[in-house]
């Protein structure tokens, strides 16, 4: 499997000079090819973890391996497979869209490549606006030249820093679209975001950081099952104790009270009733137990994500 990871994340801590732990003990592994999202509330460590991960800050405990480069040790190797795309655009508003990306290949040591920078430019559709000042453009093709200067030294690996935030649902989706098409060709990307919506859209697996903790690494389609569950919570005429044993080896649980129990099942598309429902209230009742009133909840993702990043630390 590790053959797979075009990143691997070992034992990573960071703690700034202020004596603030912002990463804490990190482990992660990213496969060569996925499409991952970093999700988090404000202040979780996202921002941290890529700077760590980009070799531009640097880790207090803990490692990095680039395609098996360390990123300490072999800064230069490790940092030439990446690229980055920070949430702003700084400076050189006066150069052109061109003069601009192409500068940043060089600052790889790269030899120029007129005709890679065109393939770039154009695949994010700036090829029109290649004379322009970065001064005369709108707030949206500003993010496609981060995207593009981030490209020109033909990185493996790209991390966007919150690609999408404060941008409007159209640009959003256009921004999506140059994500699929990047991961097509091969490209390995790793985004920042607070939008479980983008999270849900576009990522194969999702990782969720909490106070600088990695409280949850999931495939999308994993999560996803998860949300199909529902549970059904039946408030008891009597209190119990405890789950009678003929209910035992049901997703069943009594409530801390004793006053209801929850039952947890999936629903299925083709109508079916496979939600065991029907027999568990047949077996309540073989069991004398009786219920005075029942409701179902569909759990979101929004919940799962709000669950896992509620304050308990
Ligand atoms: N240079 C620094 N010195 C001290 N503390 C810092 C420094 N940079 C970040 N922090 C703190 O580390 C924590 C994590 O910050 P980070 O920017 O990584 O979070 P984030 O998840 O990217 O947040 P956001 O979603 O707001 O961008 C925050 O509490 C922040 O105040």
Redesign the pocket.
Known sequence: MSEHSVIRVESLS?T???G?Q??KNVDLQIRRGEIFALL????????????VICGL?NASTGQVLVAGHDNVREYRRARSLIGLVP?ELTSEAFSTVWDTVSFSRGLFGKPRDPAHIERVLRSLSLWDKRRNRLITLSGGMKRRVLIAKALAHEPEILFL??PTAGVDVELRRDMWEVVRGLRERGVTIIL?T?YIEEAEEMADRIGV?RA?ELVLVEEKRELMRQLGRKELTLQLREPLERLPEALDGRRLTLSEDGQALIYTYETRRNGDDQTGIAELLADLDAAGIRFKDLHTRQSSLEEIFVSLVREEA
């Open positions: 960071k700034y000079d202020s603030f912002a990463l988090g509330p404000n202040g979780a460590g996202k921002t941290t973890l890529i700077s800050v949430q820093d919150e920042t607070h950081i600088g």
